[in-house]
């Protein structure tokens, strides 16, 4: 949380933590060792997964996948690349209708 010299800031990043909900999943430590990765580093990676996952199957909006990943929307979306996901899906129609309407 940031200091008193940014009051609004302060409010909203409270009001942003008082919002957020606890889930907590067991995960086998032969999961782990897999992943090679300590138990906050897999709960970092599985939030994005998730994040991303949800955002393919249309669950969740760019915005509010970004937030559950704990990133910025931008760099949310410019790690999607990374994990085989298109940034924007566009059908062939789409495509056509947005060069017809340029």
């Not at 990043?13 to 060792?33: E, K, R």
Request: proline share 3%; charged share 20%.
């Amino acid at each position: 949380m940031e200091r008193a010299g940014s009051g609004q800031q302060v409010a909203r990043t409270s009001c942003m933590m008082a919002t957020m909900a606890s889930v907590q999943i067991d995960i086998p430590h032969a999961t782990l060792v897999a992943l090679k990765l300590d138990a906050t580093s897999a709960g970092a990676e599985l939030r994005m997964a998730a994040a991303i996952k949800l955002l393919e199957l249309g669950r969740l909006s760019s915005g509010t996948a970004a937030e559950l990943a704990g990133l910025p929307r931008v760099a949310f979306l410019s790690k999607l690349g990374e994990f085989g996901t298109e940034t924007f899906k566009q059908t062939l129609p789409e495509v056509a209708d947005d060069s017809a309407n340029a």
